[in-house]
């Protein structure tokens, strides 16, 4: 099924048999078993009864499936999934979502308390390493979103999990930093200092990046439901978990374009990436419910809208940001698109600048904004992948000799269970890197496959 995504994927350098078992892991992004090539995990959490699973595609070919060893339906596995390096041996590890899981007897009506499966690389592929859960669990939806950066700078990757129900707004538990096993985050954490309502969904997205250069993640926070000054507006915080700093985003923040206004989403998707080529991450925030037409319906719909925060030596502070809709790009805004439902970041031309593919559930299709080494996105060169589904993930591309890495586009549509690949072009400048007419159908599945893409 993944024999394209294997063709892809091969690096110019990596020759000879499609599986090395016995070769260690060399870092390779997204690379779980050590042969050198990136791997993608598909994500469908309604999948038999609600119990949900999560497929493997190896870049050489393999497709595995992951389950639960105990799966009770209405679980949801899958329901959020990330990549990092948690044990420092060379090979990429998974950390899966299920957001819906009970501890006891399911409640009916009620949200789940959640947990997090984990699933470390090794030669051989993934093997189940463990579970995370919280000591006293509620209602809380742990694991409806995960991050994984390196937060404390020790070279490992720490995984930061939401909990957006959790307690009075939501909260983010983070796990391995250094000294700590586990530390958990909210509004009221003392030197966040947050006004916390029950509804405002506090963690229901995630991202990791490092905003200012220093070698450290820092973590960016979404509460797409916070009433601020506006019901249901939005906010994004980034935190510093190891100098215990915050800093709160939202429409009305000096810099920041636009203005806030009821039920706008603000942080419903967040992606990370360096899209001016400073060495610096960026943050996009996504704005689905932003409304710019006529027909608006509160909470219902929105044309929607994507901000871009730029990081800078002192991080996103102060720093300069562009607000995106379709009035500046290709296509016609319409009430129910939801520009900006989802967002993935990855150099699909191979200048070493990011460019930023967005979601478009209303038009189910994903738009790629293009960018240039200067002065990051640009109005120039955009492309639409119409018709392949609306959830977008980069897939590290390989590296040919004396020149960057060329990421593959991936694209879902959990409605229909269909993901497709568009592989990036090498075309240095302001040039999205995907062609629309090369997209090839990855895979098929059931249970909203492809709700989630690592």
Known sequence: ??????????LPLATGTAHAAARPCDGTPSDFDGDGRADLVVAAPYDDRRTGSVTVLYGDGRTVKLVQEEPEPGDAFGSALAVGEFDGDGCADLAVGVSEEFAGERVPGADGNGAVELFHGSPEGLRREGRLTLPRPSSDRFGAAL???????DGDDELAV???TRGRGGSVVVHWMKGRDRQEITQRTRWVRQAAGVTDQWGAALAAGDFDGDGRDELAVGAPADTVTHDGQGSVTVLDPKRRRSLTLTQSSPGVKGAAEK????GAALATGDLDADGRDDLAVGVPGEGLSARQRAMDYGDGAVHVVYGGRAGLRGARSEMWTQRLLKGEPRYYDRFGAALATGDFNGDGDDELAVGVPGENAVQVLAAGRSGGLTRRGDVVVKGRGWVPAAVPGGRAPGKGRVDGLVVADPDQGVVSYVPGVRRPGPYAGVRPGTARKLGTGSGLYGYALA
């Open 162 to 164: 939401g909990a957006p």
């Open 263 to 266: 039920w706008d989403g603000f």
């Open 147 to 153: 991050a994984a950066g390196d937060l404390d700078g």
């Open 1 to 10: 099924m993944n024999a394209l995504l294997a063709a892809c994927l091969v």
